[in-house]
């Protein structure tokens, strides 16, 4: 049974961090790529950054780039996320997902296998 699991999220101060993990289990992530979203409220979900199978990573906002790290260990099945700077619209939930492909995609449809999510809350 697959099954992703975030954690690290939580309330924030703007100007803080906060690293995300999203363990994996059920299956094997070398072959994929593995996806981070966040959802705010009343906006659609967006793709945040993306790691190809073979490590390449994209980050899809400007907003997040310079500020946000994406990772992956393949040993432990697990994908992080390092948020430096955070800013009050960074607030969301934030989504793990793995794809079925090699490569990357913003689009979430690419994505088959997601997590529960983890709220985080920027603000003073």
């Known amino acids: 049974q697959f099954q992703l699991v975030e954690s690290g999220g939580g309330l924030v101060q703007p100007g803080g961090s906060l690293k995300l993990s999203c363990k994996l289990s059920?299956?094997?992530?070398?072959?994929?790529?593995m996806g981070w979203f966040r959802q705010a409220p009343g906006k659609e979900r967006e793709g945040v950054s993306c790691?190809?199978?073979?490590?390449?990573?994209?980050y899809y906002p400007t907003s997040v780039k310079g500020r946000f790290t994406m990772s992956r260990d393949n040993a432990k099945r697990t994908v992080y996320l390092q948020m430096n700077s955070l800013k009050p619209e960074d607030t969301a939930v934030y989504y793990c997902?793995?794809?079925?492909?090699?490569?990357?995609?913003?689009?979430?449809?690419?994505?088959?296998?997601w997590g529960q999510g983890t709220q985080v809350t920027v603000s003073s």
């Open positions: 059920g299956f094997t992530m070398d072959y994929y790529a």
């Open positions: 997902a793995a794809s079925g492909w090699e490569w990357c995609s913003e689009n979430s449809a690419h994505f088959g296998s």
């Open positions: 790691t190809s199978m073979s490590g390449e990573i994209t």
